[in-house]
């Protein structure tokens, strides 16, 4: 069965810290998808980033940078020079083919990250 | 470009009682997929819809079903209200719905069953 682990519930740091929210999953595919999301106060899901297990390259996004390591099976997500608006709940996710393609989405229990001024 | 629309946003129900969702995807995509989101459980996938068609199911009891129109907005229905139904209804859509895309959410729909 697939499974992703989140194992820090919540993270507190104060602003301009760097933080790395750690994410680690399991799965038999040899194809799949793994995402990172953010959930703000509002409610919904927002996407931040898509990586599939063919690309092991890591990824900066101005503040935001990736680290997917198939060998350790994780897909760690840091942000630089944290800020207040960063705080949210962060949800890390790998894609399951369905029946027929159709997307289902395994979630962690996500990090809640608090950014103190 | 609307986001995905989702009706209503809170509502209280009591057991026994049943419930409609409505989720209107952003335009042009054909996927709607609904996940629910407790504290104990996380957040879980319900079920996938595309072209009217349920493609994928997850692990719920029959009380859960749903549905998606020829205009690819799509309903969840809760009957027989739990108390441990209460959560934060998702519904996300897709251009495709394949695994590999990303999906855009909605903002819930909370319900509260007393």
């Known amino acids: 069965a697939q499974k992703v682990t989140q194992a820090q519930t919540e993270i507190s740091v104060v602003e301009k810290e760097d933080v790395t929210l750690d994410c680690v999953y399991e799965?038999?595919?040899?194809?799949?998808?793994l995402f990172w999301y953010k959930q703000p106060p509002s409610g919904e899901l927002v996407f931040l980033i898509r990586?599939?297990?063919?690309?092991?390259q890591n990824e900066i996004s101005g503040r935001y940078s990736w680290n997917f390591q198939k060998s350790t099976s994780s897909f760690n997500f840091t942000i630089t020079a944290s800020q207040v608006v960063d705080s949210a709940v962060y949800f890390c996710?790998?894609?399951?083919?369905?029946?027929?393609?159709?997307?289902?989405?395994?979630f962690g229990q996500g990090t809640r990250l608090t950014i103190n001024p | 470009k609307a986001g995905v629309t989702q009706t209503p946003r809170y509502l209280i129900k009591t057991r026994g009682q049943q419930v409609t969702l409505s989720c209107s995807p952003i335009?042009?995509?054909?996927?709607v997929s609904w996940y629910q989101q407790t504290p104990g459980q996380g957040l879980q996938f319900l079920f996938e819809y595309f072209s009217e068609t349920q493609r994928n199911k997850g692990n719920f009891p029959g009380r859960f079903s749903g549905r998606q129109f020829s205009n690819s907005r799509s309903e969840m229905n809760v009957s027989t209200l739990e108390l441990g139904d209460s959560a934060l209804y998702l519904c996300a859509s897709s251009w495709t719905g394949g695994y590999t895309g990303e999906l855009f959410f909605g903002e819930g729909s909370r319900l509260t069953v007393l």
């Open positions: 335009s042009g995509h054909r996927s």
């Open positions: 799965t038999r595919d040899t194809t799949y998808y």
């Open positions: 990586r599939n297990s063919f690309d092991e």
């Open positions: 996710a790998l894609s399951e083919a369905g029946v027929q393609g159709a997307q289902k989405l395994v």
